[in-house]
């Protein structure tokens, strides 16, 4: 079992910057497990937004965030970090962790990780 937390979620104006952070604890930490960041909006899907190998070996990012978004870890404090900078109304939504204990050998957008978080509301107003 993996239990993630997150926290840094709030409001802000378009242009600004927000941090999210994730604490990731439960099973061994492999170094092939993975973790990332998912988004819903109201009345939309929960889309993919970052994911990284625990080990830092690789990341991935949505289109639509590439460039202003960055995906973090910290493996000693057993936390992952999405910083947030640029922020556009667009990318408001509710913002959950995710973590994968299964090894795969490239991250993809279609990845459906098996642990989430409870989320985290970020609005980001124009």
């Known amino acids: 079992q993996v239990q993630l937390v997150e926290s840094g979620g709030g409001l802000v104006q378009a242009g600004g910057s927000l941090s999210l952070s994730c604490a990731v604890s439960g099973r061994t930490f492999l170094s092939y497990m993975m973790v990332g960041w998912f988004r819903q909006a109201p009345g939309k899907e929960r889309e993919f937004v970052a994911a990284?190998?625990?080990?830092?070996?690789?990341?991935l990012y949505a289109d639509s965030v590439k460039g202003r978004f960055t995906i973090s870890r910290d493996n000693a404090k057993n936390t992952v970090y999405l910083q947030m900078n640029s922020l556009k109304p667009e990318d408001t939504a509710v913002y959950y962790c995710?973590?994968?204990?299964?090894?795969?050998?490239?991250?993809?957008?279609?990845?459906?990780?098996?642990?989430w978080g409870q989320g985290t509301q970020v609005t980001v107003s124009s």
């Open positions: 995710a973590a994968d204990l299964r090894y795969w050998a490239t991250i993809v957008i279609s990845w459906t990780p098996p642990y």
């Open positions: 990284t190998k625990w080990s830092g070996s690789s990341t």
